[in-house]
């Protein structure tokens, strides 16, 4: 029988590179992911599973790391914000935040840009009620999220 | 967040999990999470063993046995949605999972969690008792199954004992019933306020489920009779209805006062009703 232990090495692929690693059964994943990792660009916002700026892919769905323990995600693909433009070049749906403003301070922009990629994912010309519903877990206290609805509806129309 | 220091197991089958959560004194099973794990941070569970059932294929398939809609303890929400088997026997529990929480919550958040988590404002305990369902639960002395009216014991408490894991909760085939769900939440997909479930049969048996109101579901089986076979138009439901907020002893709090929460329920009981009437067969 598998007797329970404080640790656990888990192996996962991040952002397309496997990764094995040591993690106590304790650790959140955000956390495994920022301190560990040092993949800071997802972000801990409220620490408890309401804000959604610690949003990443697991398996390809989009979760919140904050309410993950890094033991849970062993054997699951990863996807995290560094994990969107590839060798520099933004993603359609990043260049539509960067030409509509849809950000301000940026603080929820990571876990926003991994609701909306997973929306376009499954839903590539989305309407702004599906934006709305796709993003619902994810919350900005700056731009009213007039702007962001706008960039991810536009994403869609170019075909991201 | 730093969270106690907690052991962690996953094993590979029923058998073993079951023996992990009877074997270790403060054991937890961990389902998607995402109610545990934010416990856990607010230090408000501090279990010491955490059993995680990821690996237990077997809890996360939906399907029909004996005419019965068969859900596995580990599906999730977003599962429920994307089911035809759901869309089939009872869309009604495809749509109420549609609405808890938000994606990323659907994404993890498990069926058999919610109803074992048992908050009393949780979305699927009221549907599961409208519905009649059945759920199994899994020990080491073998299976047993306890009806919706009994699996709700208390405020966090379920029929599930110390060493037992909750597998499947069955479904009875619809027969040509409709199904109903309604109430007031904070913010459109928020927490209910106050919530009911109900279903019509096709000769006209109804079925009504109060949440949010006590500890744990509530019957409205007086206005059950009232109603059974006969006019189910909006203003005899509406009318068998009326004082059926000052039967109930509901807690008042922030979101709403106790008054205001006995007349949700009324109107949310009337709602679910007229919903599940005009989708009956025959309707």
Do not use: W
């Amino acid at each position: 029988m598998a007797e329970p232990t404080r640790s656990r090495t888990i192996s996962v692929s991040v952002n397309g590179e496997q990764i094995e690693h040591d993690v106590p059964a304790r650790r959140l994943l955000v956390h495994f992911l920022r301190d560990d990792l040092g993949l800071t660009g997802t972000h801990v916002g409220c620490d408890t599973g309401n804000c959604g700026a610690c949003t990443v892919h697991l398996d390809g769905a989009p979760v919140k790391s904050c309410m993950l323990l890094a033991v849970q995600a062993d054997g699951a693909e990863l996807t995290t914000v560094e994990g969107l433009a590839q060798n520099g070049e933004l993603t359609a749906l990043q260049q539509a935040f960067h030409e509509h403003h849809a950000l301000q301070c940026g603080y929820c922009t990571p876990g926003m840009l991994m609701s909306a990629t997973a929306l376009l994912e499954r839903n590539p010309h989305p309407t702004e009620e599906d934006v709305r519903v796709a993003i619902q877990g994810n919350i900005c206290r700056c731009t009213g999220y007039v702007n962001i609805v706008e960039a991810v509806v536009a994403a869609g129309k170019r075909g991201a | 967040m730093l969270l106690r220091e907690v052991d962690y197991a996953r094993p590979g089958t029923l058998e073993e999990a079951v023996s992990l959560l009877a074997a270790h004194d403060g054991a937890r099973a961990l389902a998607g999470g995402q109610t545990l794990v934010n416990v856990m941070k607010a230090r408000a569970a501090a279990p010491d063993v955490l059993v995680d059932l990821a690996d237990l294929e077997e809890l996360r398939a939906i399907g029909f046995a004996d005419g019965a809609l068969e859900i596995g303890a580990m599906v999730t929400y977003t599962q429920l949605v994307a089911s035809s088997e759901v869309e089939v026997a009872r869309p009604i529990l495809g749509e109420v999972a549609a609405t808890i929480g938000d994606v990323q919550v659907r994404n993890r958040g498990t069926v058999g969690g919610n109803v074992c988590v048992a908050d009393p404002t949780n979305h699927l305990p009221p549907l599961l008792v409208a519905l009649g369902a059945t759920f199994t639960i899994r020990g080491e002395g073998g299976e047993r199954t306890v009806s919706a009216d009994e699996f709700f014991v208390g405020v966090y408490m379920t029929a599930v004992g110390e060493g037992e894991l909750l597998t499947k909760i069955s479904v009875p085939p619809s027969s040509g019933a409709g199904d109903g769900f309604a109430g007031l939440t904070i913010g459109k997909h928020g927490t209910y306020i106050a919530n009911a479930a109900a279903t019509v049969t096709e000769d006209g048996a109804v079925r009504i489920a109060l949440g949010c109101v006590d500890a744990v579901p509530v019957r409205a089986t007086a206005l059950e009779e009232k109603l059974a076979g006969g006019d189910l138009s909006e203003g005899a439901v509406r009318a068998a209805a009326e004082g059926l907020g000052a039967t109930l002893d509901p807690p008042g709090d922030v979101h709403g006062s106790a008054d205001f929460r006995r007349h949700l329920a009324e109107v949310s009981a009337v709602r679910a009703v007229l919903q599940a009437a005009s989708r009956r067969k025959g309707a």
